[in-house]
């Protein structure tokens, strides 16, 4: 069955580091981009970061140069390396999975990823 399980979120102070993991069992040998979304309450779910199968990445501007997305194909396991954690950065984190390549726009584009996890809390105080 189609399923996404993300796990790695908890409560920490402002500068610590997370590193949030999503298992992903999905359709075999096919190329899907998979990507980090998150949602604080009365906000929308916001683009986080995406990795396509050939390893390009896009990033949100809030985001750049703290977080890392990477993907380990053998266990068909995304993360997202999160450093210097910021109180803005608190919310619920999901992963997603869009049904193949995806440029800049597309990769941000929540509406594109077809499969999503359950999410994960992430809480940064300061």
């Known amino acids: 069955q189609v399923q996404l399980v993300e796990s790695g979120g908890g409560l920490v102070q402002a500068g610590d580091s997370l590193r949030l993991s999503c298992e992903a069992s999905?359709?075999?040998?096919?190329?899907?981009?998979l990507g980090w979304f998150r949602q604080s309450p009365g906000k929308t779910r916001d683009f986080v970061a995406t990795i396509t199968r050939n390893d390009a990445t896009y990033y949100a501007d809030s985001v750049k140069g703290r977080f890392t997305i990477s993907r380990e194909n053998a266990k068909n396991t995304v993360y997202l390396q999160m450093n210097n954690l910021k109180p803005e950065d608190t919310a619920f984190y999901y992963c997603?999975?869009?049904?193949?390549?995806?440029?800049?726009?597309?990769?941000?584009?929540?509406?594109?990823?077809?499969?999503w996890g359950q999410g994960t809390q992430v809480s940064v105080s300061s």
């Open positions: 997603a999975a869009l049904d193949g390549y995806c440029s800049r726009t597309a990769c941000g584009d929540r509406r594109l990823f077809t499969y």
């Open positions: 999905l359709r075999p040998n096919w190329p899907y981009s």
